[in-house]
């Protein structure tokens, strides 16, 4: 199984609502990505998790908050989102030991309205 | 990680090689050249990637100087599914780095 599994597919939530995105492998890999990405715009890194820790938050707003709860499993809580947090959002992972390339999601569209 | 600069655009007749550059001139000792696209709102795709030595597979070929400073993607015979945004990458291979993306190069593949 060499997937990323990114659900939901899309999502429309309300600036008051509380939502989760899901990320899923298993593929044993120990560094988790988010990643954001608006419209003709690269993928933007958001949280880098290494072994089930948090490694790296690139001064992301606390609306949004990861967790990764087992080896398999990264989720992203989403609260009080604003309408510019509308994007694309991507999940990645990859070995921390050996070179070799990141798997990534299809991604979550989310929409806040 | 070291900084990447491409092209913002490219185009290329189906049928011909596509060539596509990326400069890595700050490029450490330990960081691989990775290579990934991105078709139209899919999640990136990996393609090849390098340390210092050639490599081709099944996708492309990747050329790397001498001197690490730049590389070349090939797509030897492209066709229309490779229309896509492709971003070079330098990342060491120390799994928890940032993997960070440039602003790649919109390839058009033209029929």
């Known amino acids: 199984d060499t997937e990323v599994t990114q659900t939901p597919k899309h999502l429309v939530m309300g600036m008051t609502n509380k939502k989760s995105l899901k990320c899923e492998q298993h593929?044993?890999?120990?560094?988790m990505y988010w990643y954001k990405q608006k419209a003709k715009k690269p993928p933007e890194l958001m949280f880098v998790?290494?072994?089930?820790?948090?490694?790296i938050n690139e001064s992301v707003p606390s609306r949004f908050s990861p967790e990764c709860p087992n080896s398999s499993l990264l989720n992203l809580h989403l609260h009080a989102l604003q309408p510019e947090d509308s994007a694309l959002y991507l999940c990645?992972?990859?070995?921390?030991?050996?070179?070799?390339?990141?798997?990534f999601g299809q991604g979550t569209r989310l929409t806040v309205v | 990680d070291a900084k990447t600069t491409q092209p913002p655009s490219m185009d290329c007749a189906e049928g011909r090689a596509a060539n596509l550059p990326c400069n890595h001139s700050?490029?450490?000792?330990?960081?691989?050249v990775y290579w990934y696209r991105q078709i139209h709102s899919q999640g990136p795709q990996y393609i090849i990637h390098?340390?210092?030595n050639n490599e081709t597979n099944e996708m492309a070929s990747l050329i790397i100087t001498e001197d690490r400073k730049s590389s070349t993607l090939i797509l030897p015979h492209a066709t229309l599914r490779d229309t896509a945004v492709y971003y070079c990458?330098?990342?060491?291979?120390?799994?928890?780095?940032?993997?960070?993306f440039g602003t790649g190069t919109r390839l058009t593949i033209i029929p």
């Open positions: 990645a992972s990859r070995p921390t030991w050996r070179d070799t390339e990141a798997f």
């Open positions: 593929m044993g890999h120990r560094a």
């Open positions: 998790y290494s072994y089930e820790k948090l490694s």
């Open positions: 700050t490029i450490s000792g330990n960081e691989y």
């Open positions: 390098g340390l210092k």
């Open positions: 990458i330098a990342i060491s291979n120390f799994g928890n780095e940032k993997l960070t």
